[in-house]
């Protein structure tokens, strides 16, 4: 039995979109699943796209995602080299041998001309003109310098037919399928010729790619017939939606890699969930890390109708992965997030990250859960009335100046002290712990809700600060 070789063939032509790195992610599933390799392979023929440094960003979202290659242009191995514009020797090579083969033809039509066959739509479809060409003449225009590109010679009646493990048997009319360009005038190949000889050349066996291409494979399928090459298996997938009309898509700026680790996402919580997007593990076991991923991926579990990105379900995923973590790892992660807050260098760091953590469920949210400490000001005094509390406003002007009395005298300043402070005091008052509590933390922040209880804030802001707020509260009543 073969070895399994799978591949991820992006175009350098930006960041690395969501559905692109399913796609790698599923291909490297595969793979390893079945002890196989998992190869990089860089589609830079499209040059029009292309985007200075996307390389770069290819390999860093790989390797930085835990979603590693075998093989591939920064790392090497037997079926280089790995980028196409590398390999434009070859294509010519192959390109004309499927000529030969009548695979393909020689095509000198000018723009002029093939602007002519367009319908009113704009479509195009081209009349095989140059296919009646004789190898004389095609010698004479060629030696000429006419510029020319090379024409796949698609039967023009018969069916195309192949089978995919996702969506069954596939058939597709050849009438349905235009001669289109393998080699263009510059001599680079476009990605319908390269992905055939590329695959083949490089031992693919299971070719794992987008639903887009579920219609022209027949029309790869006629180049490896041609040549007497064995077809690979396909996995075709389906598309990613943003929601139900719309497909997430690069071009459109829906979200990258890259974009949601700027917003606070982990790397684990992402590659778990895009994991997720259109394949159902079995027993219903939604968290899962990479090497979990391996054991669990099964091709059954793949589904045929879109899936929908739900960045909600994924930031629930992301605050799991957060809970899990220790308090160092959560600093680690967490930190450059802190520094973008308003209370960041006035409190100290590890009390304000442990305020956090439990919090949130993307580290950019930080932020927003401690800033409160920094945005006390003139507030409603109706905050002080909580009929579930017991407490209001009249019992808040009673019990404010005890409850500073009680913190001016603590000698100890922490959390649990705060708190057992704060408990006795409500019984010896004879007043509900959770009145108590409520109108000192109203009293010290101003807020109806807040990440924290009273203690924990008042824990953070200070002796001095957390009795200046009081004062300020006693005097604001």
């Not at 723009?111 to 190898?135: F, Q, V, W």
């Not at 396909?234 to 700027?262: C, T, V, W």
């Not at 606070?264 to 259109?278: D, F, P, Q, R, S």
Request: hydrophobic content about 35%; charged content about 30%; glycine content about 8%.
């Amino acid at each position: 039995m073969k070895k399994v070789r799978t591949r991820f063939a992006p175009s350098p032509t930006g960041y690395l979109h969501i559905g692109g790195l399913r796609t790698a992610l599923y291909g490297y599933l595969y793979s390893k699943m079945n002890n196989g390799d998992f190869i990089l392979r860089i589609e830079d023929t499209d040059t029009a796209r292309y985007v200075d440094g996307s390389v770069q960003i290819i390999y860093d979202t790989m390797r930085d995602s835990g979603i590693m290659y075998d093989e591939g242009p920064d790392v090497g191995g037997n079926y280089g080299p790995y980028v196409q514009s590398e390999r434009k020797s070859i294509y010519t090579e192959y390109a004309e041998k499927l000529v030969e083969l009548g695979g393909a033809y020689y095509c000198f039509c000018t723009p002029e001309r093939i602007e002519t066959l367009k319908d009113d739509a704009g479509n195009m479809r081209y009349d095989k003109h140059c296919l009646k060409l004789s190898k004389e003449e095609i010698k004479a225009k060629i030696a000429a310098g006419e510029p020319y590109v090379i024409r796949q010679n698609v039967p023009a009646e018969g069916v195309g037919s192949y089978d995919d493990l996702v969506y069954g048997e596939i058939s597709v009319d050849y009438k349905d399928i235009e001669d289109g360009i393998l080699i263009k005038s510059d001599g680079m190949p476009t990605y319908n010729f390269a992905n055939v000889i590329d695959d083949h050349l490089m031992g693919i066996t299971h070719v794992i790619r987008g639903i887009e291409y579920l219609s022209s494979t027949p029309k790869y399928n006629l180049m490896y017939d041609a040549y007497g090459w064995e077809r690979p298996v396909y996995i075709h997938l389906p598309p990613i939606m943003k929601d139900a009309q719309h497909k997430l898509s690069k071009r459109n700026g829906d979200a990258s890699y890259e974009d949601f680790i700027k917003k606070g996402y982990t790397k684990e919580a992402i590659v778990n969930y895009i994991a997720l997007l259109g394949w159902s593990p079995k027993g219903n076991v939604e968290k899962m890390s990479l090497n979990e991923l391996v054991q669990n991926f099964s091709l059954e579990g793949i589904g045929k109708s879109p899936a929908i990105f739900d960045e909600t379900k994924m930031k629930w995923l992301n605050g799991e992965y957060i809970k899990e973590m220790t308090a160092e790892e959560f600093k680690v992660k967490a930190y450059e997030f802190l520094k973008m807050s308003k209370a960041y260098g006035k409190y100290d760091e590890d009390k304000l990250l442990a305020l956090a953590k439990g919090r949130v469920q993307i580290f950019s949210e930080i932020a927003e859960k401690v800033d409160f400490l920094e945005e006390f000001d003139k507030y409603d005094l109706s905050l002080f009335e909580n009929q579930k509390q017991k407490s209001s406003a009249a019992l808040a002007k009673e019990i404010l100046p005890k409850i500073k009395e009680v913190l001016l005298s603590l000698p100890e300043w922490s959390n649990s002290a705060l708190f057992t402070a704060l408990v006795e005091l409500s019984a010896k008052l004879e007043i509900k712990k959770q009145a108590l509590l409520w109108i000192t933390r109203i009293a010290i922040t101003g807020k109806e809700s807040t990440a924290g209880g009273a203690t924990e804030v008042a824990d953070i802001l200070g002796k001095e600060e957390t009795l200046r707020r009081i004062d300020y509260s006693i005097n604001l009543l």
